[in-house]
């Protein structure tokens, strides 16, 4: 369970992209814009968000695969900075990526492709503590040893997901940022690596970033969620409470929206079906970024962005209207036609 | 009593491959009511799609119908040749599909594309059609059709190309519509609104939906009967109920214990072990045995026939005809 201690804090985290608008014309494509949280020891946050919204984003550019545009990434109480910090940092903050398929080169056997950061960072003397090492990663995600010298194209998706897990535990990582790792398995195999994730973080005491669309299998994974919307992060809180009390409009929707594999709960829930689509981050509303899509927006809300901001203890979220939102019951159904 | 609009006996479809024959359906019967939803669940692999394609007759090169029947109100379509099927397709029986982008052509407009089809499967003139897909384009919820009708695949969103094919898809108002994984791509808001707009049409147009899935969130929302496949055959079938609640198959049992709910939050999912299916190898008994915790002898010689466990719900397993004194469980 999550210990008090802040392993990782993030302050006011800005990665603009320059994209091309014409001749010689670039534009900010704000992906992620000034987003700060923090990761306690041993914890798992869940990041959701519909597609686009910067998750992956937020992922790469804390562990700097992105240079960025500004904002602190604070670990262990040390701001990750100088050339030798992102070293150090780098062998204690990793990822595991989405697609089980094409993050492993087929041409390398299991036991190379488990064994290339250990390559890297040069963390073994001898070719049979290599091997050694190998095994024991190996094990730890369920893989026999008979599978070391095979080669990943001939292993199923889970079994895939399994290598690039055990791969990215190789330097020993406290931290490890999961971008969608179980969203391209099939439901039977995608228990099997849930509960991979939850048996090795306690085994290990490893801190999770964990990235996924799926809002049951993130609240069934994270103690705290995060829920991002075009570059913001506009609520977070601990995972039941965003379920059972979620205060923003965005998070209601997004929550009422996803089908419960339950017919009679089906038929009886009423749901916040949201209108129009999510607009393009290179030309995000001004104010709120939720205002054209918001049942509850008002003039102001294309004024400022609204902060973000703790409203009760660990519960915090960014909206102008919070009284007006939860005097509302939940039983209100939108529905209307696409603009934009 | 309901009116029986398809009706699909022991089909059986393969794939002939260099590495042999893959039985992709094996041994599939149901039939389709007007006014149903009928859900197809499974994970990937276990023979959704194939049953589609079979039913549309539009196999890949090497897939074919090898047995079994499909009647469409008492017609037989397997045999039938292409020019009936040509009169099926679009007309009484429309299909769409996971990702919108591959179904759309990119070089033409949408209100191109919508008026091909209207012309291909009515005796509409260009005129009519025209009027047809701008009141196509509105009935799905897109706004200013007339401007949509002259922009192209791309500078429309994902959910909105989604709902382009709805259009297409019902302009000839089909009996049926067979929806294979329409959501599988999209965000969970647009999920949500493009399934709020087929529960809609279904009701309005009075059709029957075939909704291919393996997503069991959208089979409890969606349909009144499931039917759950495993290598290419059928589990179990019956209401969205029976299925949910009083479930008659191990399969179906693991799947639905795999998943994350409310009640086992906080708890270690229980998942189903090794492996999924190669339908190169199948086992001879039951296809789900080697993976199955209360396999037992006979499920490795004998698959178990489908019975009916009540008016409402069918299955095939063992675990449903054991007599009592039995005990002979499999390692
Ligand atoms: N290297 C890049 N250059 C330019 N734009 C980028 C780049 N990477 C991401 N983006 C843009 O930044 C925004 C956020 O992308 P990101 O990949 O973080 O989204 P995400 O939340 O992970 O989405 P998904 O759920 O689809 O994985 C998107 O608009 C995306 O197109
Ligand atoms: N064109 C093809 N050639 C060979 N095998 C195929 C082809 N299309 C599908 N199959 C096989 O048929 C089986 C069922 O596939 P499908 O119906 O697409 O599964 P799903 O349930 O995921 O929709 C799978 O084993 C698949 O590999
Ligand atoms: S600030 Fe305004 S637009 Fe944004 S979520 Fe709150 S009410 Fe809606
Ligand atoms: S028939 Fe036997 S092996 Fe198959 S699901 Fe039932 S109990 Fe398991
Ligand atoms: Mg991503
Ligand atoms: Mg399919």
Redesign the pocket.
């Known amino acids: 369970m999550s210990g008090e201690k802040n392993l990782l804090e993030i302050r006011h985290l800005k990665e603009y992209f320059p994209v091309n608008v014409g001749f010689f014309r670039t534009k900010p494509l704000k992906a992620v814009d000034d987003v700060s949280f923090t990761i306690k020891k041993g914890e798992t946050l869940g990041l959701v968000g519909e597609s686009g919204c910067g998750k992956t984003t937020v992922g790469r550019t804390i562990l700097q695969l992105y240079k960025p545009t500004s904002g602190e990434i604070i670990y262990d109480g040390e701001e990750v900075k100088t050339k030798a910090q992102l070293a150090a940092f780098r062998k204690k903050a990793t990822m595991v990526f989405q697609d089980p398929y094409s993050s492993l080169n087929p041409r390398m056997t299991v036991q190379d492709i488990i064994a290339e950061p250990l390559d890297v960072h040069g963390l073994y003397r001898t070719k049979a503590e290599r091997r050694e090492r190998v095994l024991e990663l190996m094990s730890y995600v369920g893989l026999n040893s008979e599978h070391a010298s095979r080669y990943a194209h001939e292993f199923s998706g889970g079994q895939r997901q399994r290598i690039g897990i055990a791969r990215a535990l190789a330097v020993n990582p406290e931290f490890i940022v999961c971008d969608e790792p179980v969203s391209a398995l099939d439901v039977s195999i995608q228990a099997q690596v849930i509960n991979m994730f939850d048996e090795l973080q306690e085994k290990l005491s490893l801190t999770y970033l964990f990235i996924a669309h799926d809002l049951l299998v993130v609240r069934h994974i994270s103690d705290r969620i995060a829920v991002m919307y075009l570059g913001k992060m506009v609520e977070l809180a601990d995972a039941e409470e965003i379920y059972n009390r979620p205060l923003h409009p965005y998070s209601k929707s997004l929550l009422s929206s996803v089908p419960v594999p339950d017919p009679q709960e089906a038929r009886s829930n009423q749901r916040i079906v949201l209108e129009g689509d999510i607009p393009s981050p290179l030309n995000a509303p001004s104010g709120c970024p939720f205002r054209t899509r918001c049942p509850y927006a008002q003039e102001d809300c294309a004024g400022s962005m609204p902060e973000f901001k703790e409203v009760e203890k660990g519960h915090f979220v960014a909206c102008h209207h919070l009284d007006e939102v939860s005097s509302m019951k939940g039983g209100l159904v939108l529905r209307g036609t696409m603009t934009g | 009593m309901s009116e029986q609009l398809l009706e699909v006996n022991d089909l059986h479809t393969s794939?002939f491959?260099d590495a042999g024959e893959?039985r992709?359906?094996n041994g599939v019967s149901f039939r389709l009511d007007r006014n149903k939803v009928l859900g197809i669940v499974?994970?990937?692999?276990?023979?959704?799609?194939?049953?589609?394609?079979s039913i549309m007759q539009i196999?890949?090169?090497?897939?074919k119908i090898v047995s079994g029947s499909i009647k469409l109100d008492g017609r037989e379509l397997v045999g039938a040749g292409e020019a009936v099927m040509k009169g099926v397709r679009g007309n009484r029986i429309s299909i769409i599909f996971q990702d919108p982008m591959t179904s759309l052509n990119p070089t033409y407009t949408i209100g191109h594309q919508l008026m091909e089809a209207i012309l291909l499967h009515t005796n509409r003139n260009k005129q009519q059609a025209r009027e047809r897909a701008i009141e196509m384009i509105r009935l799905v919820g897109i706004n200013e059709p007339e401007k949509r009708m002259k922009q192209y695949p791309y500078e429309f969103s994902g959910g909105m190309r989604q709902r382009i094919m709805i259009a297409m898809a019902l302009a000839c108002e089909p009996d049926i519509l067979i929806a294979?994984e329409p959501t599988t791509a999209l965000d969970v808001t647009i999920q949500a609104q493009i399934l709020e707009l087929m529960k809609d049409l279904q009701k309005e147009l009075g059709m029957a939906i075939i909704m291919?899935t393996?997503d069991l969130g959208v089979v409890a929302q969606m349909c009144d009967e499931v039917i759950v496949?495993y290598a290419?055959s059928i589990c179990e079938q019956g209401t969205a109920d029976e299925i949910f609640y009083h479930s008659k198959h191990e399969y179906t049992k693991g799947l639905l214990r795999s998943i994350p709910t409310a009640e086992n939050n906080g708890q270690k999912l229980e998942p189903i072990t090794g492996t999924p299916i190669d339908?190169l190898n199948m086992p001879k008994g039951c296809p789900f045995a080697p993976r199955c915790d209360h396999a037992m002898k006979i499920c490795l010689r004998e698959r178990a026939k489908r019975i009916q466990i009540n008016e409402d719900h069918q299955a095939g397993c063992w675990m449903n005809e054991r007599p009592d004194s039995s005990g002979e469980e499999a390692s």
């Not at chain 2, 692999?45 to 589609?52: C, E, I, L, M, P």
């Not at chain 2, 196999?59 to 897939?63: C, D, I, M, S």
Request: cysteine-free; hydrophobic content about 40%.
């Open positions: 794939f491959t893959v992709a359906v499974g994970e990937s692999g276990s023979g959704k799609s194939v049953t589609a394609y196999l890949a090169g090497t897939g294979d291919i393996h496949m290419g339908l």
